[in-house]
């Protein structure tokens, strides 16, 4: 009798259990789950070229989501300069974001007054010889002293807004190659454009021509406080 009773017992419990249902069950949330721009980030095809920092490129595509709104931008090249990098290493990237590709990973220069190996100070003003951080439009190209050119237009009003009466632009320089770098442990300097290694620039101005986004990054906080393309 009591090992039929215990067991009917168990029987009964585990019947119950069994039966029960059980109220507020949710999934468990995703952990990690990446955001819009972490998703684009991660699915950007760079092939042998390395990418920028995601800090550097999450403010680039910030403000280039931005002007695409506002129609300041018509392209959809996004060519962002990392100026918290050594000037030897290849801080411009250009990426296709159409297609979502790096198309061109090099040098490029900052202005003189800005700094030697690192660029570490940033000015609008004219004669300042110094780079202009921030958002640009691409404009035309005109054959100058350097040869085929790509003129900006700063959108940030007093912090790159200067850009084309200062004469900012996107030129070829023979001080802007691997061979100037290592002869002289930093790459040549310009009176603040964006100077660029001369086999690579009438590929680079012709695809950025006519209202493209230039993004040049530094983590200068006076620059962020400005910035109201980047205001949180």
């Not at 996004?78 to 590709?101: C, E, G, P, Q």
Request: charged content about 15%; proline content about 3%.
């Amino acid at each position: 009798m009591g090992y039929n009773f215990f067991t009917s017992v168990l029987f009964l419990f585990f019947s119950f259990t069994a039966t029960t249902p059980k109220h507020n069950v949710k999934a468990a949330p995703v952990a990690n789950e990446m955001t819009e721009t972490e998703t684009v980030y991660s699915t950007i095809k760079s092939h042998s070229a390395s990418m920028p920092a995601f800090e550097c490129f999450s403010n680039a595509i910030k403000g280039y989501n931005q002007l695409k709104e506002q129609g300041k931008i018509k392209k959809d090249y996004l060519a962002v300069i990392d100026f918290s990098l050594s000037s030897n290493s290849k801080r411009l990237w250009i990426i296709d974001m159409a297609s979502k590709t790096v198309v061109y990973n090099t040098l490029v220069a900052h202005g003189r007054n800005s700094g030697n190996e690192f660029a570490t100070a940033f000015s609008n003003a004219n004669s300042s010889n110094q780079s202009s951080l921030g958002f640009y439009a691409t404009g035309e190209i005109y054959n100058g002293k350097h040869g085929q050119s790509l003129k900006l237009d700063g959108l940030e009003n007093g912090i790159n807004s200067n850009a084309r009466n200062r004469g900012v632009v996107m030129h070829a320089a023979d001080y802007v190659s691997e061979a100037f770098t290592k002869q002289h442990h930093r790459l040549g300097r310009s009176q603040g454009c964006p100077a660029l290694p001369v086999a690579l620039t009438k590929e680079i101005v012709t695809l950025l021509q006519g209202k493209a986004c230039l993004f040049i990054y530094h983590p200068t906080k006076s620059y962020f406080a400005k910035s109201k393309l980047l205001a949180s």
